[in-house]
């Protein structure tokens, strides 16, 4: 029997604000030899490009260090604003990156330049806030088992958080992100990808498992007081 049979089917939860776009400093480069590459990556800065569907690519540069705090974990999906040479309005998302296969150091990162008419794939966090009543009341215990979402949304409608109040979610509860109100956005993740759950309440939970001890015990008494058999020859 699974712990958490249960689940939480009616739409809740809350969009957070509107993602705002995070500024990334980058200067223009002159397309050169891999050795150009070299000295750029030693001096600190790593080769990228930024393109679009319907605009040129433009070759930049960007600071390793700054580049670290983008791609730091939760900020894989970031919506970015390339300072290109002092100039903004050059909206992007990381698209792919390459790594050395030695050092694992990124050595070449794409940008993708975001179209306002097309939706965006964007890693966004979950949290969580209140005491469930099956916790506080219940004796249950709270589990988040995802911490992020993958949605999909045109840019002015990408959230910058999901906020779900579980103030009122009983015991025995496993709530998935089918449930989920997110509004504008659509879900990329599974459906049934777990958000949290709450355990049984632990009178319940001590019961069941007394009664299953004792079936056995029970079963074992009742074998022992059969009447035998009597195998006397007559």
């Known amino acids: 029997m699974r712990w958490f049979e249960s689940s939480y089917p009616n739409k809740t939860g809350k969009i957070g604000e509107i993602m705002q776009l995070i500024t990334l400093n980058a200067a223009s480069r002159v397309v050169g030899s891999s050795r150009d590459c070299n000295r750029t990556r030693k001096a600190g800065s790593i080769p990228a490009v930024y393109y679009g569907k319907d605009s040129k690519s433009v070759s930049i540069t960007v600071a390793e260090k700054d580049l670290e705090a983008v791609l730091a974990p939760g900020k894989r999906y970031t919506l970015l604003d390339l300072v290109i040479d002092g100039k903004g309005g050059n909206p992007a998302i990381v698209y792919q990156y390459q790594k050395n296969n030695i050092s694992q150091k990124i050595i070449h990162i794409d940008f993708l330049k975001i179209e306002a008419e097309t939706p965006v794939a964007v890693r966004i966090p979950v949290r969580l806030s ?6 506080k009341n219940q004796g249950g215990s709270l589990s988040q088992e995802s911490r992020y979402l993958k949605l999909s949304a045109k840019p002015a409608d990408i959230p910058a958080s999901i906020e779900l109040d579980i103030s009122e979610i009983p015991a025995n509860m496993t709530y998935y992100a ?15 990808t777990v958000i949290f759950t709450i355990s049984k309440a632990r ?3 001590a019961a069941e498992s007394e009664a299953t001890a004792a079936t056995p015990a029970a079963a074992k008494d009742e074998k022992k007081e059969a009447p035998k058999k009597d195998t006397k020859k007559k």
């Open 130 to 135: 209140g005491v469930p009543v099956g916790v």
């Open 178 to 192: 089918e449930s989920l109100d997110l509004g504008k956005a659509s879900l990329v993740s599974k459906k049934r």
């Open 203 to 205: 009178a319940s939970a």
